[in-house]
């Protein structure tokens, strides 16, 4: 591999990991909350809200995310309502907001699917038994079913952040200059195409890595008390 483009092309495909750390760290610190909160709200009594919520994890989880961008990006910008809200503009005017908007609605869907396979493989007895010993509902789901949930949902939230790190290239689409941006900025420019990509998947390769690597340590760190027989209060 030529040396001197990979030192051109580095400085570069820095620039873009930033951005596509911003659109990872958004998709991940908004959608992992609301993602367990829709996640719960599916499996309330409420039929009507359940369905809404279902509904919603649905589209976003049977639509392609390059689909979901362009109706954000290209379409609601041609509505006049949206043109004349300046909050509305702020989100859809720029690409960059478009990209986040996208990437947490679709990882609010399929964080919601984690965790609600999560919560419904409780053992209903262990719910019982807090119930039985006077909790509310609030305090057996803080004390009881999210430990409990959060630690059956972790090993398959660790492959959705790593989703999220690679659907982050689909922001190129909409003149975002992330990683694949500047890879594709450079690839016109140098017409190296294999050069240029492959530095850019090893940019990909790294950062899931880190990720991966940071969510099996929680992983551990929750089910340290279960391997090492500690105590663990609830």
């Not at 990991?17 to 911003?22: C, E, F, G, H, W």
């Not at 369905?51 to 390059?66: D, I, K, N």
Request: charged share 10%; glycine share 8%; hydrophobic share 55%.
């Amino acid at each position: 591999m030529d040396m001197e483009l990979v030192q051109q092309a580095i400085p570069f495909l820095l620039k873009g990991a930033q951005v596509t750390l911003i659109i990872g760290l958004f998709g991940v610190l908004i959608g992992l909350p609301l993602g367990i909160f829709v996640g719960l709200v599916r499996l309330s009594r409420h039929r009507q809200t359940a369905a809404c919520f279902s509904a919603f994890s649905a589209f976003f989880r049977g639509t392609p995310l390059l689909v979901q961008l362009f109706i954000i990006y290209y379409g609601f910008g041609q509505l006049g309502f949206v043109r004349n809200n300046p909050l509305l503009w702020w989100v859809v005017g720029s690409s960059l907001h478009c990209a986040i908007l996208a990437v947490v609605l679709n990882t609010i869907a399929y964080t919601s699917e984690i965790f609600r396979g999560a919560f419904q493989s409780i053992p209903i007895g262990m719910v019982e038994a807090a119930q039985a010993c006077g909790m509310s509902w609030w305090v057996a789901l803080f004390r009881v079913r999210f430990p409990l949930a959060l630690r059956q949902a972790l090993p398959a939230y660790g492959n959705e952040v790593a989703i999220v790190i690679k659907e982050s290239s689909l922001a190129s689409t909409i003149t975002v200059l992330e990683i694949t941006g500047y890879a594709k900025r450079l690839m016109s420019e140098t017409f190296a195409i294999i050069e240029i990509f492959v530095i850019a998947s090893v940019f990909y390769l790294v950062i899931n890595l880190l990720a991966m690597l940071l969510v099996r340590q929680v992983e551990k760190y929750l089910s340290g008390g279960l391997r090492t027989g500690r105590k663990i209060h609830i």
